[in-house]
């Protein structure tokens, strides 16, 4: 019998921008996290969001998007 084990973690990130859609910024955690199930990191993201928002209250912003990937996306 052989057992797959998913290896795969994810990371969340966050996409800011200022002052147009040309004026972005992808960030990371710092410290980095890593989640073990898409939507682990998908329920931390949406938490994340709402929090970023919060902070992001009486600043101009054009646009804010959280989300996950791979952890070996570059």
């Not at 200022?18 to 998908?42: F, G, I």
């Not at 329920?43 to 919060?54: G, W």
Request: aromatic content about 8%.
């Amino acid at each position: 019998m052989h057992t797959v084990l998913n290896n795969c973690m994810f990371k969340m990130f966050a996409i800011l921008c200022v002052l147009s859609s040309a004026d972005c910024r992808v960030m990371h955690e710092n410290p980095s996290r890593l989640y073990k199930t898409w939507a682990e990191c998908e329920n931390a993201a949406a938490i994340k969001f709402e929090e970023t928002k919060a902070m992001l209250v009486g600043t101009e912003y054009h646009s804010l998007d959280l989300g996950c990937e791979n952890e070996d996306t570059i």
